[in-house]
């Protein structure tokens, strides 16, 4: 006689809708601990060898350079603060503060927004920046102090050591604006024009006598207050315009 359904035999296997729910439930217990147990394994998943700064990056070990791996979301709304570009990749503005002068012709800066120091870094050559401290060599434009001072030997030794001096006094670890230009294919150099709140180091430079005008560096949208500063210098006989020393 044919088997009919509802044999003992049949009685013992789970019901279809049973059967097919255990399948599906089954790969989610299995999945899950080795989910786990790969997270936790050392260098697999987030994990990544060395430290990330608060920025989301950091310094490779083998190459020395700086890159992101979970940049913080707020980053390019606050490098604003720091860098404004007016033309890029040649022409801008950055905020920082004075960390270093060890020459008469130029500044460092230290930006300290990490993403707005690393948008520039790219642009400038490595012997005009400090990636770990995050510092740019600014050039000052419009004035040259190391030519400026060029009498005798003695009277330059003299004149570069003054301003360096000058320039330290008016401007170490103070805050400063920057109108820079990336002028160079070859130097990538940043020329700029420094502001320490509303005043113009660069015409104070030329109205101090410790540099002359220098006027074949492009436009200058300050010519005529660099003009008239070099012509009171020259009056009042300061600086480089001393008769004798």
């Known amino acids: 006689m044919a088997a009919v359904a509802g044999t003992a035999e049949d009685s013992e296997r789970p019901p279809a809708r049973k059967a097919a729910g255990l399948a599906r439930a089954r790969p989610r217990h299995l999945v899950l601990p080795a989910l786990v147990v790969l997270l936790a ?119 570069k050591e003054r301003v360096v001096f000058e320039l330290r006094q008016k401007l170490a670890e103070r805050q400063v604006t920057v109108q820079f230009e990336l002028l160079g294919e070859d130097a990538r150099r940043m020329r700029g024009m420094v502001f320490l709140g509303e005043e113009n180091i660069n015409l104070w430079l030329v109205l101090n006598g410790w540099s002359y005008y220098v006027i074949n560096e492009g436009y200058n949208s300050f010519d005529t207050l660099f003009r008239q500063a070099e012509d009171l210098a020259r009056g009042d006989r300061a600086g480089v315009w001393k008769e004798s020393r």
Do not use: C
């Open 41 to 159: 394994a050392p260098g697999v998943g987030w994990s990544h060898p060395g430290d990330l700064d608060s920025y989301g990056g950091h310094f490779d070990g083998k190459t020395g350079y700086y890159h992101y791996h979970r940049p913080a979301m707020d980053m390019a709304l606050r490098k604003k603060a720091y860098l404004e570009w007016v033309a890029y990749p040649h022409k801008g503005v950055i905020k920082g503060t004075v960390a270093k002068i060890e020459r008469p012709n130029a500044i460092w800066v230290r930006v300290p927004y990490r993403p707005a120091y690393q948008e520039l870094v790219t642009l400038v050559s490595p012997s005009n920046r400090d990636d770990r401290q995050q510092l740019l060599r600014v050039w000052l434009r419009f004035v040259s102090p190391e030519e400026t001072g060029l009498r005798n030997r003695a009277f330059a030794r003299w004149f």
